[in-house]
């Protein structure tokens, strides 16, 4: 049996998570297991303990996730053009793995919202590339042989996929959002099962 894809997102107000299922739903549909984590909020208040397990959703990512899968789906609102803090602080913590070359060679890919069109998406993709490529790892965007990239009035880029958060859809994925998803998922579960043989 192959290992799983990881699918780990961070999402304040569920667009977030609804690509990282749609994400989910490609790669399953390859015939890969998706695992879909979580990182807990960053907290300054150093008194205000948090549950080590979410009350509700997905379990919190641990180090082990990023030994055990095969490929990573990152996925992350925009923070002024840049991934959200606490998944940021998770990535941060990952020295060792770096160190072991944990995630060296295994396909990755990225995906963000916004909440307006010009709100720093392809900066927040990018920007959350720059750590996978520091692990070694092969990025997986999206070819413009999928016909939504043209045809999208929400999101949608080759760097990863996109959604955007306004108007009357708000956190729903427009159709275009979820079969760039899908395909997404798909592309990246093709290419973490030709790595794997």
Same mark, same amino acid.
């Given at each position: 049996?192959?290992?799983?894809?990881?699918?780990?997102y961070y +999402?304040r107000?569920g +667009?977030?998570?609804?690509?990282a299922?749609?994400?989910a739903q490609g790669?399953?549909q390859q015939?890969?297991e998706a695992r879909?984590r979580?990182?807990?909020?960053?907290?300054?208040?150093?008194?205000?303990?948090q549950?080590?397990v979410p009350?509700?959703g997905?379990p919190?990512v641990?180090?082990?996730?990023?030994?055990?899968c095969c490929?990573?789906a990152? &996925?992350?609102p925009?923070?002024f053009?840049?991934m959200?803090?606490?998944?940021?602080?998770? $990535?941060?913590?990952?020295?060792?793995?770096? $160190?072991?070359?944990?995630?060296?060679n295994k396909p990755?890919?990225?995906?963000?919202s916004?909440s307006s069109?010009h709100?720093?998406?392809?900066t927040?993709?990018?920007?959350?590339?720059?750590?996978?490529?520091?692990?070694?790892?092969?990025?997986c &965007?999206?070819?413009y042989?999928s016909?939504?990239l043209h045809?999208?009035q929400t999101g949608?880029s080759?760097y990863g996929?996109?959604?955007l958060?306004?108007?009357?859809?708000?956190?729903?994925?427009?159709?275009d959002e979820?079969?760039l998803?899908?395909?997404?998922?798909?592309r $990246?579960?093709i290419?973490? +099962?030709k790595?794997?043989?």
């Amino acid at each position: 049996m192959s290992r799983p894809v990881l699918v780990l997102y961070y +999402s304040r107000h569920g +667009s977030t998570l609804a690509m990282a299922k749609k994400i989910a739903q490609g790669i399953e549909q390859q015939g890969l297991e998706a695992r879909l984590r979580t990182v807990p909020e960053v907290n300054t208040n150093i008194d205000n303990q948090q549950a080590a397990v979410p009350a509700t959703g997905d379990p919190y990512v641990t180090h082990e996730d990023l030994q055990e899968c095969c490929a990573l789906a990152l &996925g992350s609102p925009t923070r002024f053009g840049n991934m959200a803090a606490p998944l940021k602080y998770f $990535l941060d913590e990952t020295s060792a793995q770096w $160190l072991a070359g944990t995630m060296e060679n295994k396909p990755a890919c990225v995906f963000t919202s916004t909440s307006s069109m010009h709100g720093g998406q392809e900066t927040t993709l990018i920007t959350m590339m720059i750590p996978l490529l520091h692990h070694g790892m092969f990025l997986c &965007g999206l070819p413009y042989s999928s016909p939504q990239l043209h045809t999208t009035q929400t999101g949608g880029s080759p760097y990863g996929v996109t959604h955007l958060s306004q108007g009357k859809l708000g956190n729903k994925l427009s159709e275009d959002e979820q079969a760039l998803c899908i395909q997404q998922g798909k592309r $990246l579960a093709i290419f973490a +099962s030709k790595l794997e043989k």
